[in-house]
């Protein structure tokens, strides 16, 4: 039997119940966004910093962190809207859940992003991986449920952080000693060399999060911690992870009538982009994917590319020659 949702007692047969919600959704999401894009409002802020180095952004946006009463009053609202009616939806875009880590995107301007991170201690299994994502990011703890915090650490010369990264010459993972996470505290982090896990909580933390993540040509890097070493790498530019999931939604739909959108997102800038998108071709529509692959053994700028197209090619069955009619 399907879970019961909440959306199936929407009051949908009530036009004035329904009415009544949608006027008041964008009610709020019209007082909002005026006070976002006031001369001192949270979104002018953002505008204003998207244009700096990250570490220059972070410094002038830190006051959106260092006094969380804005936040408090926004929440306070949205608070009221669904107290109104439990059917609303107040207007912030949600990330995650579903009874694990999820949040809250409080606003967004090109590469800087402002969240709130809800990490459920009923759900927080111990991590076994640290994620290291090109950029740099501010923290505030809001809410330190007890728990525990672990910087993790990785080098990384400015060569690789410019594209010349690969996989086989990462740097091992190195993790500080655990300490107590405390409420009001400020994390400031490279997050493209310093990650954290949080173990151990007794209930709920709630972090304040500003990320600034401007398009970078190193990728994402996950490390296992007990080994600490690089297992898994992706695209860190928001327009080749979308691309890629897109991709591998049409590989899963057997869409072989989009094998050049495929094609071409093998020629993208990032190279780890690239690989995704000619692992799915080769999944979908082995021809088609065959004389590409054969290209970027050769002739791909990355050398870890190369050598796992060539690999890949080497899989290929060798085509069966024309038989002898004499």
Same mark, same amino acid.
């Given at each position: 039997?399907?879970?019961?949702?909440?959306?199936?007692?929407?009051?949908?047969?009530?036009?004035?119940?329904?009415?009544?919600? $949608? !006027? &008041?959704? *964008?009610? /709020? =999401? +019209?007082?909002?966004?005026?006070?976002?894009?006031?001369?001192?409002? #949270?979104?002018? %802020?953002?505008?204003?910093?998207?244009?700096?180095?990250?570490?220059?952004?972070?410094?002038?946006?830190?006051?959106?962190?260092?006094?969380?009463?804005?936040?408090?009053?926004?929440?306070?609202?949205?608070?009221?809207?669904?107290?109104?009616?439990?059917?609303?939806?107040?207007?912030?875009?949600?990330?995650?859940?579903?009874?694990?880590?999820?949040?809250?995107?409080?606003?967004?301007?090109?590469?800087?992003?402002?969240?709130?991170?809800?990490?459920?201690?009923?759900?927080?299994?111990?991590?076994?991986?640290?994620?290291?994502?090109?950029? $740099? !990011? &501010?923290? *505030?703890? /809001? =809410? +330190?449920?007890?728990?525990?915090?672990?910087?993790?650490?990785?080098? #990384?010369?400015? %060569?690789?952080?410019?594209?010349?990264?690969?996989?086989?010459?990462?740097?091992?993972?190195?993790?500080?000693?655990?300490?107590?996470?405390?409420?009001?505290?400020?994390?400031?982090?490279?997050?493209?060399?310093?990650?954290?896990?949080?173990?151990?909580?007794?209930?709920?933390?709630?972090?304040?999060?500003?990320?600034?993540?401007?398009?970078?040509?190193?990728?994402?890097?996950?490390?296992?911690?007990?080994?600490?070493?690089?297992?898994?790498?992706?695209?860190?530019?928001?327009?080749?992870?979308?691309?890629?999931?897109?991709?591998?939604?049409?590989?899963?739909?057997?869409?072989?009538? +989009?094998?050049?959108?495929?094609?071409?997102?093998?020629?993208?800038?990032?190279?780890? %982009?690239?690989?995704?998108?000619?692992?799915?071709?080769?999944?979908?529509?082995?021809?088609?994917?065959?004389?590409?692959?054969?290209?970027?053994?050769?002739?791909?700028?990355?050398?870890?590319?190369?050598?796992?197209?060539?690999?890949?090619?080497?899989?290929?069955?060798?085509?069966?020659?024309?038989?002898?009619?004499?």
């Amino acid at each position: 039997m399907p879970v019961p949702s909440r959306h199936d007692h929407y009051p949908r047969a009530d036009a004035l119940r329904t009415a009544t919600i $949608r !006027a &008041a959704e *964008r009610d /709020l =999401a +019209a007082a909002w966004r005026a006070g976002d894009t006031a001369p001192t409002g #949270l979104l002018t %802020a953002l505008a204003a910093a998207s244009d700096a180095e990250p570490d220059q952004a972070i410094v002038r946006l830190r006051p959106w962190l260092a006094d969380p009463r804005w936040l408090g009053v926004r929440l306070a609202e949205a608070l009221a809207l669904l107290a109104a009616d439990p059917f609303a939806r107040p207007p912030l875009r949600i990330v995650g859940g579903g009874g694990g880590p999820g949040g809250l995107i409080l606003a967004e301007c090109g590469a800087i992003r402002l969240s709130l991170q809800l990490l459920p201690f009923e759900a927080a299994a111990a991590p076994t991986t640290a994620l290291f994502v090109p950029g $740099r !990011a &501010a923290i *505030r703890v /809001l =809410a +330190a449920g007890g728990a525990r915090l672990t910087l993790h650490h990785v080098a #990384l010369s400015a %060569a690789e952080e410019v594209g010349a990264f690969t996989a086989a010459a990462a740097s091992p993972c190195r993790s500080d000693p655990p300490y107590p996470l405390v409420a009001g505290d400020m994390l400031d982090l490279d997050t493209a060399r310093t990650s954290f896990t949080i173990a151990g909580a007794t209930g709920d933390v709630l972090l304040l999060e500003l990320a600034v993540q401007p398009p970078s040509p190193l990728p994402m890097r996950t490390y296992e911690l007990a080994s600490r070493r690089l297992t898994h790498l992706s695209a860190s530019r928001r327009d080749s992870s979308f691309r890629a999931m897109a991709l591998a939604l049409l590989r899963e739909m057997d869409r072989r009538d +989009a094998a050049p959108l495929f094609v071409e997102a093998t020629l993208a800038e990032d190279f780890a %982009a690239r690989w995704s998108a000619m692992r799915d071709l080769v999944a979908l529509d082995p021809a088609t994917a065959r004389p590409r692959l054969a290209d970027m053994a050769t002739s791909d700028p990355h050398p870890e590319v190369r050598r796992a197209a060539a690999a890949t090619l080497a899989l290929f069955m060798p085509k069966v020659a024309d038989p002898c009619l004499a």
